[in-house]
């Protein structure tokens, strides 16, 4: 792993269930690690990439998601297919470890993506959940007692002012496991 990039990775959805509802939006940081003696590794952004994707059925989406993520279809006009993403997508991360916020959420959305759409991903098989690393890293800190990501960018002073939309989500993401792990 010490080797690997790590892809730094964000989806926005019609709902939450993988089964019937599907990514509108899907963002990733592809940092390289910088070997540091006796610190870890520093962390250094390489690409930023971004997706709007076409919903197939968006009859099925969760009206509040929807709000929440900001999805409406002019926004999405130019949207691409969720196979043109996923093919862009599985060049950028080829190698990579998966780290995202709330991994278990993420991750099958992006499994259920990569299944529908044929697209064979080519990550590292490791993941990383910044939810267990903050509360490993950040346990005792007595005003840490929610791990959102709206909650961790509160407790490490890491500005998100476009919240719920995969992009900022994951400069946010980035800028706090930074600030967790030293990097």
Same mark, same amino acid.
């Given at each position: 792993m010490k080797?690997?990039?790590?892809a730094?990775?964000?989806t926005e959805t019609t709902g939450t269930d993988p089964s019937k509802h599907e990514i509108v939006e899907l963002a990733c940081i592809i940092c390289r690690q910088v070997e540091r003696?006796?610190?870890?590794?520093?962390?250094?952004?390489?690409?930023?990439?971004?997706?709007?994707?076409k919903p197939k059925h968006i009859e099925t989406a969760d009206e509040e998601a929807l709000r929440i993520n900001g999805y409406?279809?002019?926004?999405?006009?130019?949207?691409?297919d969720l196979e043109k993403a996923m093919e862009e997508f599985a060049k950028k991360t080829q190698s990579a470890t998966f780290i995202s916020h709330n991994l278990v959420f993420d991750y099958a959305f992006i499994e259920k993506a990569f %299944? #529908?759409?044929?697209? %064979? #991903?080519?990550?590292h098989y490791a993941k990383l959940d910044t939810i267990s690393i903050a509360f490993a890293r950040l346990y005792?800190?007595?005003?840490?007692?929610?791990?959102?990501?709206?909650?961790?960018?509160?407790?490490?002073k890491v500005e998100n002012p476009k919240a719920h939309t995969a992009l900022a989500d994951t400069k946010a993401l980035v800028a706090c496991y930074k600030k967790m792990m030293g990097a």
């Open positions: 080797v690997h990039n790590l730094f990775i964000d003696s006796g610190r870890g590794p520093a962390i250094e952004i390489i690409e930023e990439c971004e997706w709007k994707i409406n279809e002019v926004d999405w006009m130019f949207a691409v %299944e #529908s759409t044929g697209v %064979e #991903s080519r990550m005792d800190a007595p005003q840490a007692d929610k791990f959102s990501l709206r909650a961790l960018c509160e407790l490490l």
